[in-house]
């Protein structure tokens, strides 16, 4: 997480032409910003994880994820069997 902070201090520098937001690095695993930036950060952040993160939401409802197991031809594709429901 400390690299994609300062990656996004240095596009906010060179896109924007501010200064930086990082005070320090204190280790490899932690920043010192500045306080305004905390808001910022973690908005951003909170955006990678949700376009990293898997919803099953996302998945096609039962009837389409049937029709692309059978290669979108009715009746005609190859057969499958039922998948196991997992626990």
């Not at 060179?14 to 920043?31: I, K, M, P, Y």
């Not at 973690?42 to 290669?71: C, H, Q, W, Y």
Request: proline content about 6%; cysteine-free; aromatic content about 4%.
């Amino acid at each position: 997480m400390v690299q994609y902070i300062l990656h996004l201090d240095e596009k906010r520098q060179r896109e924007a032409g501010q200064s930086s937001f990082v005070l320090a690095e204190l280790d490899e695993t932690h920043l010192l910003v500045k306080p305004f930036a905390e808001d910022i950060v973690r908005g951003k952040i909170n955006e990678l994880v949700d376009s990293n993160t898997f919803s099953r939401e996302m998945e096609p409802p039962p009837e389409k994820r049937a029709m692309l197991d059978d290669g979108g031809k009715e009746g005609g594709g190859k057969k499958r069997r039922p998948a196991k429901d997992k626990i």
